[in-house]
């Protein structure tokens, strides 16, 4: 069977929504992260921890919970493959603030710990308790060809069932997040029109 | 002792981004880790940032550490005896 897109989620514009319906709006928030404390709270994401991230592990959080949790069973070896533009830069800035010369330089332990785009997917995967390929990849723009040969090559190879795919873009207050399930059954088509379509 | 405790408590919400607390939730001898605050290791390393930078106080022996973070409590006597600053 070919591999199709079984689920997807959105966050843009205000606007989060599951499988092209909206599921949470709020236009009133003039910065992204109380715009995501919003949909947290609103949605009932319980997780604590979600209050120490930086803004790119919070996006991530909740764009994958609301994905994970609408489907009927999550494989324990589902891969993450995650992608976007801005790695980290909001918490890196942060970071190097904090040990600026006018700052006294003490590094802050709770921000340093999120200077890698990769935490995302450790929160992710402890969250769900995967234990899966995973891998994040900086772009210069959203790479929907090679989200496409990376999670069939992961599937066809064996290494996985199926691949939380996603594109997860955060720099302050801009924000982009995409994410989608790559697996074998029906579905949406997996193509690069399809998925600049549904970005 | 009791402005230090709220000193305390505002210092720890910041800088742990305990975003949904107050200092009323947090009280004097509330366990920080474990069953109370339920902070990690990493908070940990923080409140060791805290005492150096705004109370002159270096931690050489990390079983001293168990004891002073105990609680809010624990802390402030720890910080009254010993600050530099």
Same mark, same amino acid.
């Given at each position: 069977m070919?591999?199709? =897109?079984?689920?997807?989620c +959105? =966050?843009?514009?205000?606007?989060i929504?599951l499988n092209?319906?909206? *599921?949470?709006? +709020?236009?009133?928030?003039p910065?992204?992260l109380?715009f995501?404390?919003?949909a947290?709270?609103?949605?009932? =994401?319980? @997780?604590? !921890? ?5 803004p790119?592990? !919070?996006?991530s959080?909740?764009a994958?919970t609301? $994905?994970?949790d609408?489907?009927?069973?999550i494989d324990?070896?589902?891969?993450l493959l $995650?992608c +976007?533009r ?6 890196? !800035? ?8 006018e700052?006294?330089?003490?590094a802050?332990?709770?921000?340093f710990? @999120?200077?890698l785009?990769n935490?995302a $997917?450790g929160?992710?995967s402890?969250?769900y308790?995967?234990k ?5 990849f900086?772009f210069?723009?959203f ?14 190879? &064996?290494?996985?069932k199926? *691949?939380?795919? &996603?594109? $997860?873009? *955060?720099?302050?207050?801009?924000y982009n ?7 074998? !059954?029906?579905g949406?088509?997996l193509? *690069?029109?399809?998925?600049n379509k549904?970005l | 002792m009791?402005e230090?405790?709220k000193?305390?408590?505002?210092k720890? %919400?910041d800088?742990l981004?305990l ?6 939730d947090i009280k ?8 109370g ?6 908070d ?6 805290i005492?150096?930078k705004?109370y002159?106080?270096?931690l050489?022996d990390p079983k001293?550490?168990k004891? %002073?973070?105990?609680s809010i ?13």
């Open positions: 070919k591999n199709k =897109i079984t689920h997807y +959105n =966050i843009k514009n205000g606007k929504s092209g319906k909206l *599921v949470f709006e +709020n236009q009133d928030e910065t992204f109380k995501i404390k919003s947290y709270k609103t949605l009932k =994401i319980d @997780y604590p !921890k979600f209050y120490k991230m930086d790119l592990c !919070k996006l959080l909740v994958s609301i $994905l994970l609408s489907m009927e069973s324990s070896e589902m891969a $995650l +976007n801005s790695s980290c830069i909001d918490i890196d !800035k942060e970071h190097q603030s904090s040990i600026s010369y700052n006294g330089g003490y802050s332990p709770a921000t710990v @999120y200077t785009p935490i $997917l929160e992710i402890i969250k308790k995967l899966s390929e995973n891998s994040f900086i210069e723009n790479n929907p060809k090679f989200m496409i040969d990376y999670s069939e090559s992961l599937i066809n190879l &064996g290494k996985s199926s *691949v939380l795919c &996603g594109w $997860l873009e *955060v720099n302050q207050d801009e997040a995409f994410v989608f399930i790559v697996e074998p !059954k029906e949406e088509e193509s *690069v029109e399809k998925l549904l | 009791e230090l405790k000193e305390l408590k505002e720890i %919400i800088a981004n975003d949904d607390m107050s200092i009323g004097d001898s509330d366990f920080l880790f474990g069953d605050l339920g902070l990690d290791s990493i940990a390393l923080e409140l060791i940032v005492l150096d705004d002159g106080i270096k050489t001293e550490g004891k %002073i973070f105990e409590e624990t802390m402030a006597q720890y910080i009254s005896e010993h600050r530099t600053k």
